[in-house]
C-alpha cells in the first residue's frame, strides 16, 4: 500500500474517529440534557453571559412559558442589581472544570418583574465545548417565611408578660422566657436545669396537667411572695411548654374592689344577660331581705317593682333590662318594691353596661340607694307646703295648680258634654265667735267646718282654705241638679250645731258660684276671681245665700227658724 493510500486510509481512519468522537459527545449532551431537564430543581447553563439553557423547573421558577422565551437573553436580565456583584465575585473563582461555588443567597427578578429569594451554587462546565457556568436554584420564599415566623415566635416568647417555661420529659427546665425571670425572680442561668416545681415553688404533675383548662394555683417567687397564678400545660416533642399568667395584682385589685363595695351603704347589683342576679352586696342583701328571699343566683322577677304611682313595672321595663336591651345607662330611675313586713321602700338606681367593649353579652351592674326616708321628707315637705297646717286642707296655691289642672284637661278632651263648677265659700260672722270666746275657739270653729266641708265634697271633688274664713270648693262633672243640692247641703251641714266652750253655734255661709264648661277661656284664677265676687254679692243680701255668678240665676237663702245665727 503506497504512502498515499495510506494517508488516505489514515486520514480515513482519523476522520471517522472524530466522527464517532461527535457523536458521542453529542449523546453524552443529549444524556445530560435529559438527565437535567427532568431534575425537579431549576437549572440553567449560561455562556458568554448569556442563557444558552434551561430545564422545565428553572422555566418555572423564572415565570417564562418556554425555552424560547430565555435562550439567548443576558444572564444579568434575570439577577437583581444587587447581587450581580456578588454572582460576579463567586464565578471568577472558579478556575478548573467541574469547581463550584458555595450556596448563595440572591435576588433574582423573574419574567414578570417580581423579585424572588433564591439560593444558587454555581458549576464551572462546558457548553458545547465552550466555557460554561451551571446554576443550580432553590427558592428561598418558604424557608424566609418560615423564619420570620420563628423569629416572630421567638420575640413574642420574650416580650410576652406570661412565664412560659419549657421543660423535658421529666419537668427539668430547658428554657425560661424574661417574663418567667420577672415573675419568679431566678434568672435564665439559674431556673435551666431545675426541676420546674423547685422554680416554680409548687409542685405539680405535668403529665396530668395537660389538656386541661387553666386553673388558678398559688406559685412562690424565689424570694417567697406568693403568686396568684392560671396555670396551663401543653405537651410538645420531648416535653412539655408550661403558661403561667400573673394575676397577681388583678386578684389584689378585685379583693381591695371587692372590700370597697361590701363596705359601701348603696347597694349594688351584678345582673346577667338573663336578668339572673350574679352577685349582691351586703347593702343590697339587707334591703331585698336576701337571706329570706335568696335573691343571689335566683331570678330578679320574683321581687314586684312599682313606679311612682304605685304600679307594677314589667320586668322588661326594669333598669337592668333597659340598660342590657340599649346598653345606654340609667341614671336615677325611682322604683319601689315592698318589704316582707309590708313595708314600701323607694330605691334610687343607676345602670350600666359593665364591659362597654362587648354590650350583647355583658352583664349589668345596678347600683342603687334608699331614698325612702327621703322621699317620705320631701313628700311631708311638700304637703305642708300645699296644705293649711291648720285645717288640713289644700291651701290657695294648690287648689289654683288643680284647677289649672283641670282646666288643661278639659281643653284637651274639647266637647266631654261635663259642668265643672268652683265655689267660693265664706262663713258668715266667724269674727263674732273671736270676740267672743278667743281665737282658740274661732280656730276650732274653722277645724270643725274644714272636717264637714271635706267629708260632703268626697273624689274627684275637692275643698280648700284658701283665706281666714273662706274656702273655695271645685265640684267636677255635675249637672245643675247635683250643683244644688250639693250648695243647700254645705248650707245645712254648717248649720248644724258646733260646741265651743259649752256653748253651741250655727255657721251660715255665703257662697258664690262659677260654672266652667267646654271652651272656658278664663285662668283659674279669673274663675276663683268671679266665684269671690258672686260671694260677696250674698255677703251683701245679709250672708246665708248662695249667688251664681251667672246673673241669670237667682239667689237662694237659707234661714231655716229656729236656728241661732253668729251674731
Known amino acids: 500500500m503506497s504512502d498515499n493510500n495510506r494517508d488516505v486510509i489514515t486520514g480515513k481512519a482519523i476522520g471517522a474517529d472524530e466522527d464517532a468522537s461527535e457523536r458521542r459527545a453529542l449523546r453524552e449532551h443529549e444524556h445530560y440534557q435529559s438527565l437535567v431537564e427532568h431534575n425537579p430543581h431549576p437549572i440553567a447553563v449560561h455562556s458568554g453571559g448569556v442563557i444558552v439553557y434551561a430545564n422545565r423547573a428553572a422555566i418555572v421558577e423564572i415565570g417564562a412559558t418556554s425555552l424560547n422565551d ?16 456578588e454572582i460576579t465575585t463567586k464565578l471568577v473563582s472558579l478556575t478548573t472544570d467541574g469547581d463550584f461555588t458555595d450556596a448563595v443567597e440572591v435576588r433574582m427578578v423573574r419574567f414578570d418583574g417580581s423579585v424572588i429569594d433564591m439560593e444558587i451554587v454555581s458549576v464551572l462546565t462546558k457548553w458545547r465545548g465552550a466555557l460554561a457556568y451551571q446554576v443550580i436554584f432553590r427558592d428561598l420564599t418558604a424557608t424566609k417565611a418560615a423564619e420570620q415566623a420563628i423569629r416572630h415566635q421567638v420575640a413574642l416568647v420574650a416580650t410576652v408578660s406570661d412565664a412560659i417555661i419549657a421543660t423535658d420529659s421529666a419537668g427539668t427546665v430547658v428554657s425560661w422566657n424574661p417574663a418567667a425571670q420577672s415573675i419568679y425572680g431566678s434568672t435564665a442561668v439559674e431556673a435551666i436545669g431545675c426541676p420546674v416545681a423547685e422554680v416554680l415553688g409548687a409542685p405539680m404533675n405535668l ?22 397564678m392560671r396555670l396551663a400545660v401543653s405537651e410538645m416533642d420531648g416535653g412539655y411548654v408550661v403558661v403561667c399568667s400573673d394575676n397577681t395584682a388583678q386578684i389584689e385589685a378585685e379583693t381591695k374592689f371587692t372590700s370597697v363595695v361590701n363596705s359601701l351603704q348603696e347597694g349594688v347589683l351584678l345582673i346577667s344577660q338573663d336578668g339572673v342576679v350574679e352577685s349582691a352586696n351586703p347593702a343590697a342583701r339587707r334591703m331585698f331581705e336576701s337571706e329570706k328571699r335568696r335573691s343571689a343566683g335566683s331570678t330578679a322577677e320574683r321581687i314586684t317593682i312599682v313606679d311612682l304611682n304605685g304600679i307594677p313595672i314589667p320586668p322588661q321595663n326594669w333598669p337592668s333590662q333597659i340598660v342590657t336591651a340599649t346598653h345606654k345607662p340609667v341614671i336615677d330611675a325611682i322604683v319601689g318594691f315592698d318589704r316582707l313586713d309590708g313595708s314600701r321602700v323607694w330605691l334610687s338606681c343607676n345602670g350600666f353596661v359593665l364591659n362597654p367593649n362587648d354590650p350583647d353579652h355583658s352583664s349589668v351592674v345596678i347600683s342603687f340607694t334608699d331614698v325612702t326616708e327621703s322621699r317620705a321628707r320631701a313628700a311631708r315637705l311638700e304637703y305642708a307646703a300645699d296644705h293649711d297646717m291648720m285645717t288640713d286642707l289644700p291651701n290657695r296655691s294648690y287648689v289654683l295648680r288643680r284647677l289649672t289642672t283641670m282646666l288643661e284637661n278639659r281643653a284637651a278632651q274639647h266637647d266631654s258634654g261635663d259642668i265643672d263648677v268652683v265655689m267660693y265659700i265664706d262663713l258668715d260672722k266667724l269674727k263674732n265667735v273671736n ?35 273662706e274656702f273655695v270648693a271645685v ?8 250643683m244644688e243640692d250639693i250648695s243647700d247641703d ?37 274663675i276663683i276671681s268671679d266665684a269671690d265676687t258672686a260671694m260677696y254679692q250674698a255677703k251683701l243680701r245679709g250672708g246665708g245665700h248662695t249667688v251664681e255668678h251667672d246673673k241669670a240665676h237667682p239667689s237662694r237663702e237659707f234661714t231655716p227658724e229656729a236656728i241661732k245665727l253668729v251674731r
Open 435 to 469: 270676740d267672743s270666746h278667743g281665737h282658740r275657739a274661732g280656730d276650732r270653729a274653722l277645724i270643725a267646718v274644714s272636717r264637714r266641708l271635706r267629708a260632703a265634697l268626697p273624689a274627684p271633688h275637692f275643698v280648700g282654705r284658701v283665706g281666714g274664713d
Open 475 to 482: 265640684l267636677i262633672g255635675v249637672d245643675e241638679e247635683d
Open 207 to 228: 403529665r396530668r396537667r395537660v389538656g386541661k383548662p387553666a386553673e388558678s394555683v398559688v406559685h412562690y417567687a424565689k424570694d417567697g411572695t406568693p403568686r396568684m
Open 490 to 526: 254645705i248650707h245645712l251641714l254648717l248649720l248644724d250645731p258646733i260646741e265651743i266652750n259649752g256653748e253651741e253655734f250655727r255657721m251660715r255661709t255665703s257662697v258664690g258660684i262659677v260654672r266652667i264648661r267646654d271652651g272656658e277661656k278664663r285662668t283659674a284664677q279669673d
Open 70 to 85: 430565555l435562550v439567548g437573553r443576558p444572564i444579568t436580565d434575570f439577577m437583581h442589581p444587587d447581587s450581580i456583584r
